[in-house]
């Protein structure tokens, strides 16, 4: 009975070499293209390579989608705020006799 040695179909699978090769977007008019417009023809080209893809996606998103503007609360000092000031003196006045 024999151990060891290769066997049929046993190990890692070679990868498949394709043939088809890429020769960028189709795009009807390059007089008029912007930078925007050819990263967004790449990232919508089915037959792209997906590292190209994913890198027209990185380039043409900050574009493509603005960054959120932050949220004004419109809450300032407390000082600024209406009636605070008599309030607050009285409570945090060091005069006040602790119960």
């Known amino acids: ?10 190990g890692r699978k070679k990868k498949t070499q394709t043939t ?10 390059y007089s008029t293209l912007t930078p925007l ?21 990185d380039k043409a998103g900050p574009f493509m989608h603005a960054k959120p503007a932050p949220i004004a609360t419109g ?4 000082g600024d705020m209406p009636g605070a000031g008599s309030k607050w003196e009285r409570a945090m006045s060091p005069d006040r006799t602790m119960n």
């Open 1 to 10: 009975m024999a151990r060891g040695g290769a066997r049929p179909g046993a």
């Open 20 to 29: 088809e090769e890429w020769n960028g977007p189709v795009i009807a008019d």
């Open 37 to 57: 417009e050819f990263w967004k023809a790449v990232l919508r080209d089915p037959r792209a390579p997906f590292e190209l893809r994913a890198m027209a996606a």
């Open 75 to 78: 809450q300032g000092d407390l």
